[in-house]
């Protein structure tokens, strides 16, 4: 009985070191891949380069000269439509103090669909595109539209989602002042 209890302590024991050390492999090949187990404010963001819908490439992260609103959205989102006026205006008033990319979420939508929304709505910030939908998943956007916005030091300032055109711009003068 001693033996058979033995036995069974010794194989629970390699089983939990197993899953430990499986943990920990997942852990650091998402660091390296540039993966945010979570988004801590005040913390550095990810950094990820993406392709614009000019056809230029697009890098976000670390130090820069002006503050930074990431906007994940898609062509097919409701709210996205409601915020767009907003961001738009945002951008003509504030854009020589702060850039703001537009990410859209490609692997879920049209890019038929994604031309028409950016022309329809008069967009004249950078639109990127996220065609893996890896960007999205590095952030941990769970659904659109999700704003991130950080500072010049490439650190995350706050989260925000479809805000009343008065309160996004409060949070943008915030973050120019940052």
Known sequence: MKKNVTAMLLALGLVALAVFQLGETNKEA???????????????????????????????????????MINFWASWCGPCQEEAPALKSVYDK??????????????????????????????????LLDKEGKTAEMYR???????????????LQEVIHVLPPDQLEKRIQRLIQS
């Open 94 to 127: 504030y854009g020589d103090r702060f850039d703001l990319y537009a990410v859209n979420v490609t692997r879920q939508d049209r890019m038929a669909d994604v031309q028409a929304f950016v022309k329809q709505n008069g967009f004249s910030f950078p639109i």
């Open 141 to 155: 956007v769970l659904f659109v539209p999700t704003s991130f916005l950080i500072d010049r030091h490439g650190k």
């Open 30 to 68: 998402e660091a390296s891949a540039g993966y945010a187990k979570e988004m801590v404010y005040n913390k550095p963001v990810p950094s990820f380069t993406l392709q614009g819908l000019d056809g230029k490439q697009y890098a976000i992260g670390g130090e820069r000269e002006k503050p930074v």
